[in-house]
C-alpha cells in the first residue's frame, strides 16, 4: 500500500487566492519530506523540503508545513497563479528511495 | 549547470522486444535512481545505483535491471517487454546523501 498519500486528487482555485494542499504519511521514522510539482509533458520539479526536526518550513510563495504528532504535511501556496497549475506530489525518503504519494491536480482559473 | 538528461524521450517497441533507457545526471551528483509513472501506480521506485554499485532496489521483476558507469550516466534496461511496461520512466540524481533529488523529463515509453 502507499506510504504517503495525498488527500484531495483535485484542487480548484481562483487566480489569488491561497491553496493548501495536503498530504498523510504513515511511516514515523521518516525524517525527510519533498513536495514537488509536475506539469503535463515534463518531470517532477523540486519545490521545498523539510526535515523532521522543523515543523515548518517557507520559500517564495509557499509554505511547508509539518505535523509528525499526527503525520501529516502541507504545501500552503500565497497568491496562486495560473502557472501553479500543475500535479503535486509528496514524497517521503526512504533510505535512499523516494516514496511518493498519488498526487493533487491544481487547478487555477483566472 | 545542466539538469538530468535522458534518452531518448519517446520510444515505441513491442511486446517481447527489450529496451535500454539512458540518464546523465546532474554535474558532481554520484547517485542516480529510477522511478515507473503510470496512470494506475503513480510513481514508483525502481533502483537507485551510487558510485556504479546498486544500493538500493524497489518491487520490480528481474526483468527491470540497471547500471552506472564510472562517469555517474547510467542505464536501464527493460526486457521481455510487457503492455504493463508503458510508462513514464523517470531519472532522478542527487549527491547521494540525505537530500533531495532532481528529475530529468523523463522517456515516455509506449508498448504495443
Known amino acids: 500500500g502507499e506510504s504517503v498519500g495525498l488527500h484531495l486528487p483535485t484542487l480548484s482555485v481562483q487566480e489569488g487566492d491561497n491553496s493548501i494542499i495536503n498530504c498523510a504519511y504513515s511511516?514515523?521514522?521518516?525524517?525527510?519530506f519533498i513536495w514537488y510539482k509536475q506539469e503535463s509533458g515534463k518531470g517532477p520539479q523540486f519545490i521545498i523540503d523539510i526535515r523532521s526536526n522543523m515543523d515548518k518550513r517557507q520559500g517564495q510563495r509557499v509554505t511547508v508545513l509539518l505535523n509528525k504528532t499526527v503525520k501529516h504535511l502541507s504545501l500552503q501556496i500565497a497568491a496562486t497563479q495560473p502557472g501553479d497549475s500543475a500535479v503535486y506530489f509528496c514524497a517521503e525518503k526512504a533510505g535512499t528511495a523516494l516514496i511518493f504519494g498519488k498526487g493533487t491536480t491544481l487547478s487555477v482559473s483566472s | 549547470k545542466a539538469g538530468v538528461t535522458q534518452t531518448p524521450r519517446y520510444l515505441i517497441k513491442t511486446r517481447g522486444q527489450q529496451v535500454t533507457l539512458s540518464c546523465s545526471p546532474i554535474?558532481?551528483?554520484?547517485?542516480v535512481s529510477w522511478y515507473q509513472q503510470t496512470p494506475g501506480q503513480g510513481l514508483q521506485f525502481l533502483f537507485e545505483y551510487f558510485s556504479e554499485t546498486q544500493r538500493n532496489k524497489g518491487n520490480f521483476p528481474g526483468r527491470f535491471s540497471g547500471r552506472q558507469f564510472s562517469n555517474s550516466r547510467s542505464e536501464m534496461n527493460v526486457s521481455t517487454l510487457e503492455l504493463g511496461d508503458s510508462a513514464l520512466y523517470l531519472c532522478?540524481?542527487?549527491?547521494?546523501?540525505?537530500?533531495?533529488?532532481?528529475f530529468g523529463p523523463g522517456t515516455r515509453l509506449l508498448v504495443l
Open positions: 554535474s558532481g551528483h554520484r547517485s
Open positions: 511511516n514515523s521514522a521518516s525524517d525527510y
Open positions: 532522478a540524481s542527487g549527491t547521494g546523501g540525505q537530500e533531495t533529488q532532481y
